[in-house]
């Protein structure tokens, strides 16, 4: 039924047609999609990568246990495919989840449009609300947004665009994700040098909860990434994959029956767990050394004993050496451990993350290249502190890549910051305008920008003051004579000049200075200026022409 079922909802959304689209979901009934069962994590399936990016700075998390990534099937469906993780178990309610999420954006767009999560980070943060906001997109609410549409009509583009299969997700299809399972979700972002990170790395609520704390039962969602990190020059982390996070508890140690009369089976005990211990397959009960075996009871009841013949054939010969087994680089570790680098020439492996950054990795084997060829070694070294920092220190100096949504959401912020710059500067050079043409004083500048910004106009009151006003008007008065200067000269062959004498204000003789041209087949008459001059008669006004001081005709 599925994705076609996708289509059918999209085509309904896209035409308007919302009760069809309700009726559409009710026919469906797959309200129990969202819906949780009993699920064993433990058994699924780890990812690495993912598990060493999840930050420390994690708002809730369980007394005890160790975070841990699990493995989600990267096709474009990876948001939706981590949830049915968490709630079933495998991937087989991503699509059921996807209409869902659609339903929620598309017929709650208001709430979505104005959702607590901007408020709260532009208090944390001093960023804007409107410059916020479009991080949460992609590129299709972004496109309605930048046409001019409301924040309301961005999110119907997200839920129309979301209907379809395998389309990238966003911040707002996580909010919405929320909402449907009834459970707040906290989107982890790895620690990294980023601006909205505040945004991102977040508790997201559900717009209604199913528990009388809305907080309780949450669910983890990690940005993470499908493949290698970029450990090229000045790279930044962009994520490109969702992956769910749980807590497994660490492994408890193992219990050896040891002998009270053998100090040397007191050793034999197995070591305390550790954070490694979740990586490893439990192992079988150790074999007991150093114990009394004089008794029966000590035995085994299948070993054979040795004949006298047996004996001879065996005499001499002694078990080979541990360092005489030759280990060896198994290819399938690099699908465990993306960062490990095999060197077949030298026979030895390195990190690829702490070669890139040598200065944070210390004295790591992994620089110079180990010969441990152990699956230990490698997980030991992938939570080791050295790695931990390199990998860090390697994620702080990535770049973005254009093609990626966050990166898309990194620019669209900086834009937002550049255009609501840019609509404040133009009310400022308006006023200063009107200020001149008026001829009212420039002291009248701040005044009236405190009362455009008391009338509701978004604008701060930087430069409100009369110095700033008499640069602008000397900005604006050099442009409009650039741009008559520009007319004149390319677009016209017939001109014509007009002098009469005035004085100004102050009693100066001046010239008012007139110029007549044709524009687009049309004559136009345009003031070119007041100039000042010595004197007043025809030899003045023939000085002020042999000068150029007129500038704007063609010589």
């Known amino acids: 039924m599925f994705p076609g079922a996708l289509q059918i909802f999209q085509n309904a959304l896209q035409s308007g047609d919302q009760e069809s689209a309700k009726k559409f979901i009710r026919d469906l009934n797959i309200a129990w999609a969202s819906k949780s069962v009993e699920v064993d994590l433990a058994t699924l399936s780890k990812d690495n990568l993912s598990t060493s990016l999840v930050p420390e700075d994690i708002y809730s ?8 990534a699990l493995q989600a099937t990267g096709n474009g469906n990876c948001l939706y495919n981590s949830a049915s993780l968490i709630l079933c178990g495998n991937e087989q309610r991503s699509h059921y989840l996807r209409v869902l ?44 947004l930048t046409a001019g549409g409301s924040q309301a009509d961005a999110v119907k583009a997200e839920a129309i665009a979301g209907c379809k299969d395998k389309n990238w997700s966003c911040l707002l299809h996580l909010m919405a994700l929320a909402s449907v399972l009834r459970r707040p979700i906290h989107s982890l972002y790895p620690n990294v040098q980023f601006r909205f990170r505040i945004l991102l790395h977040n508790v997201l609520k559900p717009r209604l909860s199913a528990l009388n704390d809305e907080m309780a039962n949450p669910v983890h969602i990690l940005w993470s990434r499908g ?18 996070v749980t807590w497994l508890p660490p492994q408890a140690p193992e219990q050896v029956p040891v002998s009270t009369t053998s100090r040397e089976a007191n050793r034999s005990g197995s070591k305390q767990g550790s954070i490694l211990s979740f990586f ?29 013949k047996r004996a001879e054939l065996d005499e001499g010969k002694q078990p080979p050496p541990k360092s005489a087994v030759k280990r060896k680089f198994l290819p399938h570790w690099k699908e465990e451990f993306p960062w490990v680098v095999f060197h077949e020439n030298l026979n030895n492996m390195t990190c690829e993350i702490c070669c890139s950054v040598p200065e944070l990795a210390g004295k790591s084997d992994f620089l110079t290249g180990s010969c441990t060829f152990k699956k230990e070694t490698l997980q030991k070294h992938g939570v080791s502190g050295p790695h931990l920092r390199a990998r860090d220190g390697l994620l702080a100096k990535q770049k973005p890549l254009k093609e990626a949504p966050i990166a898309q959401s990194l620019q669209k912020g900086k834009k937002a910051v550049e255009e609501q710059n840019r609509n404040e500067m133009a009310v400022k050079i308006n006023t200063a305008y009107f200020i001149e043409k008026e001829e009212l004083p420039f002291s009248k500048f701040g005044p009236i920008l405190s009362l455009q910004k008391k009338n509701g106009l978004n604008i701060n009151l930087t430069y409100a003051n009369d110095n700033s006003c008499a640069t602008l008007v000397s900005l604006v008065s050099s442009v409009i004579t650039d741009q008559l200067a520009s007319a004149v000269n390319d677009g016209s062959k017939y001109l014509s000049i007009m002098i009469d004498g005035a004085t100004d204000s102050s009693g100066i003789e001046n010239e008012t200075v007139h110029c007549r041209f044709v524009k687009d087949g049309q004559p136009v008459n345009r003031l070119v200026g007041h100039k000042p001059v010595a004197h007043g008669h025809a030899q003045g006004n023939f000085y002020l022409c042999k000068n150029r001081v007129i500038f704007c005709w063609p010589y």
Request: hydrophobic share 30%; glycine share 8%.
């Open 61 to 68: 998390q369980p007394q005890a246990g160790i975070p841990v």
């Open 101 to 144: 999420v659609a339903e929620e954006l598309y017929f709650n767009a208001e709430f979505y449009a104005n959702h607590e999560i901007f408020k709260v980070t532009e208090g944390h943060s001093g960023i804007p609300e409107s410059v916020l906001f479009p991080v949460a997109l992609s590129k299709d609410g972004d496109r309605i």
């Open 227 to 244: 493949g290698n990190l970029d450990s090229g020059p000045q790279a930044w982390y962009v994520p490109n994959h969702f992956v769910p």
């Open 280 to 308: 490893k397959s439990s192992p079988g009960a150790p074999e007991l050394k150093g114990i009394d075996n004089s008794t029966d009871q000590s035995r085994s009841k299948t070993a054979e004993k040795r004949t006298a």
